[in-house]
């Protein structure tokens, strides 16, 4: 497949979201959020009351999911679910089914078929290391735990949701040990993937060094 990839990956409200849709509208590429895939098997599982420990059932919710991406909208069975989607108990839900293999493969197809030319920005944990292993740059955006929980704080602000900074600490941490110490596709910088720590940068600058470290391939 000679359609280029950009492979985002790192850990939760890095802001890897936001760039690489940036970086996705700079190039005219497409762009997966495979992060909202995982977050709609809890949703639609959620909703249909499923057993989140049961692998099988939810592999079989990923495989039939029904949904639409539109621009910057999200729609399950023809609503719109774009906001649901993020809410925390979702984030939590997400991060439990994302550990059972069953459920990944049901979901890999669907990533890859976002593979189209003229190229693809794809943002997850595991776009370099397993979907896309063929990618043309590999990126593990990453920022201190601390900067993450106050960026996700001041978003939540802004959107006038209520929330702790320290809970917010708390939960990121154990996402991320969740993420990082799974045994199907962890989350970890690959070989070949090169490191970009956003904690002292903005959104803007991060862009330009991927778009940079593009240029030069
Ligand atoms: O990126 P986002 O926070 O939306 O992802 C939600 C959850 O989905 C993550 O906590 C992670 O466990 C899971 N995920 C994954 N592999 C991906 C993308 C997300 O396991 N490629």
Known sequence: NDIPVIAIDGPSASGKGTVAQRVAGKLGFHYLDSGALYRLVALSAMRSDADLADEHVLSDIAARLDVVFEDAEIWLESENVTDAIRAEACSNAA???????????????RQRAFRQFPGLVADGRDMGSVVFPDAALKIFLTASAETR????????????????????????????????????????????????????????QAVDCILRQYAEI
């Open 149 to 204: 929980a106050q960026r996700r704080y001041k978003q939540l602000m802004e959107k006038g949701i209520d929330a702790n900074i320290s809970t917010l600490l708390q939960d990121l941490r154990e996402r991320d040990a969740r993420d990082s110490g799974r045994s199907v596709a962890p989350l970890q910088q690959g070989e070949g993937t090169s490191l970009l720590d956003t904690t002292s940068l903005d959104i803007g």
């Open 95 to 109: 991060s439990r089914i994302a550990t059972y293999p069953r459920v990944r493969v049901a979901l890999l197809e």
